[in-house]
Nanobody, 118 residues
């Protein structure tokens, strides 16, 4: 299983970016998918998650600004990031909870860097 993230870049404060993460998987089912981020000198933190049924969860710091979605047919998760702030600057990592023989295993993408200039 491989996850390929894309969509990061440099944007001015108040701008928008859309991250994508596609999971290459042919046999197993994917449960939850989501995004974490890690800013320089800080621990990795949860940004948003989405279940296979579409239930979402967001960190308080991004509620109302970020929207997570997924396309189950394409095994892809997206995150629309609007009204970006300097404090959103981080490397963003996607993950997928892959269900194998009844157990969930987390797989991670390589990270995509988001830089918001103030």
């Amino acid at each position: 299983v491989q996850l390929q993230a894309s969509g990061g870049g440099l944007v001015q404060g108040g701008g928008s970016l859309r991250l994508s993460c596609a999971a290459s998987i042919s046999v197993y089912r994917i449960g939850a998918m989501g995004w974490y981020r890690q800013a320089p000198g800080k621990q990795r933190e949860l940004v948003a998650t989405i279940t296979s049924g579409g239930d979402t969860n967001y960190a308080d710091s991004v509620k109302g600004r970020f929207t997570i979605s997924r396309d189950n047919a394409k095994n892809t998760v997206y995150m629309q990031m609007d009204s970006l702030k300097a404090e959103d600057t981080a490397v963003y990592y996607c993950y997928a909870d892959v269900i194998r023989y009844g157990l969930g295993y987390d797989y991670w993408g390589q990270g995509t860097e988001v830089t918001v200039s103030s």
